[in-house]
């Protein structure tokens, strides 16, 4: 156990449709990474918080957005959803904003299926 | 642009023989940090180890060891008397400052490995 927690663990849902996935860091991590698996991309870095603040964008589509709140929790928001972002959303987190000082702890994963 | 290559996509094996994954990077950077992780059946990545780039020591932990290598970029896995239990797919990945001083981790494509008993 990381100590991540993601919720919710399996969604399926329609094309055009919005979800929101949310994820509890591991006590005490102010960093916050989302990540994309998916068969033909592999692990894609999206975006990171750290303490609040958008720290770092990877390959984040316009659709979608995150935020970190004042508790520390992120959620990812995907809208419009297509059939392409059927995919293992992967959250992890880290003591500090700078990922070479230490492991990323990653949760389970929300697996996402658009119909 | 930072890269990991992870030129082996599947590779199977004998339970108890040694296996070596291996891992490719590229990066203009001095100072970086490599990763590999394992995402077994069940999905979850699990942190196996870290190496900065001035640290060119290999490492053992029990059945594993790394072998990292700055002349050929690489930083390669090898696991000694393979279990059942290592099937799994591994991931290198390799992190450099991006901008504003925050590092972004790039991830190879995995190598899966199954351990036929």
């Known amino acids: 156990d990381s100590g991540v927690t993601q919720t919710p663990k399996h969604l399926i849902t329609a094309t055009g449709q919005r979800v929101t996935l949310r994820c509890s860091p591991r006590s005490g991590d102010l960093s916050v990474y989302w990540y994309q698996q998916s068969l033909d991309q592999g692990l894609q870095f999206l975006i990171q918080?750290?303490?609040?603040?958008?720290?770092a964008k990877g390959n984040i589509l316009e659709r979608f957005s995150a935020q970190q709140f004042p508790d520390l929790h992120s959620e990812l928001n995907l809208s419009s959803l297509e059939l392409g972002d059927s995919a293992l959303y992967f959250c992890?987190?880290?003591?500090?904003?700078?990922?070479?000082?230490?492991?990323?702890?990653f949760g389970e994963g929300s697996r996402l299926t658009v119909l | 642009a930072q890269k990991v290559t992870q030129a082996q996509t599947e590779i199977s094996v004998v339970e108890k023989e040694d296996v070596t994954l291996d891992c490719v990077y590229e990066t203009r950077d001095t100072t970086y940090y490599l990763f590999w992780y394992k995402q077994p059946p069940s999905g979850e990545l699990v942190f196996l180890i870290r190496?900065?780039?001035?640290?060119?020591q290999n490492e053992i932990s029990g059945r594993y060891s790394w072998n990292f290598q700055k002349s050929t970029s690489s930083f390669n896995f090898t696991i000694t008397a393979s279990q059942v239990v290592d099937s799994a797919v591994y991931f290198c990945?390799?992190?450099?400052?991006?901008?504003?001083?925050?590092?972004?981790?790039?991830f190879g494509t995995g190598t899966k490995l199954q351990v036929i008993p």
């Open positions: 990945a390799l992190s450099e400052a991006g901008s504003g001083g925050y590092q972004k981790v790039t």
């Open positions: 918080y750290y303490n609040g603040e958008e720290r």
């Open positions: 992890a987190s880290s003591v500090g904003d700078r990922v070479g000082t230490g492991e990323l702890f």
């Open positions: 190496r900065n780039s001035f640290d060119e």
